[in-house]
């Protein structure tokens, strides 16, 4: 998690992230970055190798990030919630957002890293360790879940984990296709899979 | 999908084979010129550069997928009697075959996604290949629906998105240091199958 960085490595990743929300990466310098940070080019070469890993982190970073807002969700939901029902309205809701269009860019960029990690090593590894720790987060999760009688206890967690992502980034699928389905039929066959089968126990 | 000219056929055709046993980014011009024997000035007459080259051999490889995925989608239908050989046809499309060959193959098609998502050039000819694959698993599902065998209740063209979805987005367990058992995976799997996509 970036919280566990060095505060000067960390204003370097912040600045970059947010650079990234409005240009592609391959457009951005390191002048800009410095200038957002006001760090000084000395300190972004004791802490990278180079520019090209400063973006690395920030592009695993800025994914990670966000999918850390919905771990804490999900995290937050089961501590509040009283009954089977809240739980699965409240899944439904946390799902809806990560699946809205607004979220397309944040698929597309994600692909597009993992595209990068597949060639370039270094990436890989740090973009390995992130996914590690995001899926043992889901997956510690939906545990809680299942013991609280709420998760279906037919599923393995850490399958339950790797699918609530797949089906977020797999969707990229739909991205490059003249036509596009429809959002709320999709979310209607989403919401058929988190009722049925995710937390089955609940609805039967 | 054959290009025209034979010389230009013959580089495509070789370095779509060298593609199958390597990662694209170790595929060389030398490599393939040495492999067709086929000279540098005429990779050049044919081919923009090198990367052109290798963007039809992206564009090779999804259409050969296609075609062969929908051949599968067909001669299930063709097969199946009942809503349980349906079933049972439907796993290792779904299941996607979690070799390790597989896995590569899997990030061979992020990349070609990547591409086309980034380059408006790639998505116009990649987009309407993958419309095919889109469109023709849904038809699978509509023509289930008619024989009573699918969630009519479904979008066929959501269904389809949502199971080619799995198999991509599954790319994030083989970025993982530790990967999903293959069997909890299926069990997973199966149960989506049985419990969403052909209940009715």
């Given at each position: 998690m970036l919280?566990?960085?060095h505060?000067?490595?960390k204003?370097l ?14 457009e951005?310098t390191?002048e800009?970055v ?13 802490h990278f190798?180079?520019f090209s890993?400063l ?8 994914f ?7 771990i804490?969700a ?5 501590i ?5 029902n809240?739980?699965l309205t409240?899944?439904?809701e ?5 699946q ?8 597309i960029?994600?692909?597009?890293a ?5 060639t370039?090593?270094?990436m ?7 996914q ?5 987060s ?15 206890k037919?599923i393995d ?28 039929r999709?979310f209607?066959l ?9 937390c ?5 | ?16 084979e060298l593609?199958l046993t390597?990662p694209?980014a170790?595929?060389t ?7 067709s024997?086929i000279s540098k ?13 290798m963007e ?11 075609d062969?995925q929908?051949?599968?989608l067909?001669?299930?239908?063709a097969?199946s ?5 349906f ?30 998502l980034?380059s408006?050039?790639?998505r ?8 095919r694959i889109?469109?023709?698993i ?19 063209m ?13 790319v994030v367990?083989?970025l993982?240091?530790?990967q999903?058992?293959p ?7 199966d ?5 969403v996509?052909?209940?009715h």
């Open positions: 919280s566990a960085f505060p000067t490595k204003s990743i912040k600045s970059a992230i947010v650079l990234l929300d409005s240009h592609p990466s391959s951005i390191s800009q410095l200038e957002l940070s006001g760090i000084s080019k000395g300190s972004l070469y004791h190798d180079d890993e973006m690395e982190y920030a592009l695993v970073y800025m990670s990030r966000y999918v850390d807002q919905s804490e999900f995290n937050q939901l089961l509040n919630c009283k009954s089977p809240d739980f409240g899944v439904k946390i799902t809806r957002a990560t809205s269009p607004a979220m397309r860019n944040m698929r960029v994600r692909i597009n993992i595209a990068q990690a597949i370039n090593q270094r890989r590894n740090l973009m390995g360790a992130e590690g720790r995001l899926t043992d889901f997956t510690d999760l939906f545990r809680e879940a299942q013991e609280k009688g709420w998760g279906s037919k967690p850490r399958a339950g984990a790797v699918l609530v992502q797949a089906y977020t980034i797999g969707r990229v699928i739909d991205d490059f296709t003249p036509e596009h389905i429809e959002m709320e999709w209607q989403v919401d058929l899979v988190i009722e049925r089968v995710l089955a126990e609940v609805s039967s | 999908m054959n290009a025209s000219h034979p010389t230009k056929e013959l580089l495509i055709s070789t370095a779509f593609s390597r694209m170790e595929i011009s030398d490599l393939v010129l040495e492999t024997g000035g005429s990779l050049y007459h044919h081919f923009e550069d090198f990367s052109d080259l039809h051999v992206q564009v090779r490889a999804l259409s050969i997928f296609t062969s929908i051949q599968g067909q001669e299930l239908m097969t009697q009942t809503k349980a050989d079933l049972q046809g439907l796993r290792p499309i779904s299941h996607g075959n979690r070799s390790p060959d597989v896995g590569a193959a899997r990030l061979a098609r992020i990349e070609s996604i990547s591409k086309a980034s408006t050039r790639m116009e000819i990649k987009g309407p290949i993958q419309q889109t469109n023709a849904a038809e699978i599902f509509r023509e289930a629906n008619r024989r009573g065998w699918a969630n009519s209740d479904l979008d066929p959501a269904v389809s998105v949502f199971l080619q979805s799995l198999n991509i987005g599954s367990d083989i993982a240091p530790t999903v058992e069997e909890a995976w299926f069990t997973l799997i149960l989506i199958l049985s419990e996509i052909l209940d």
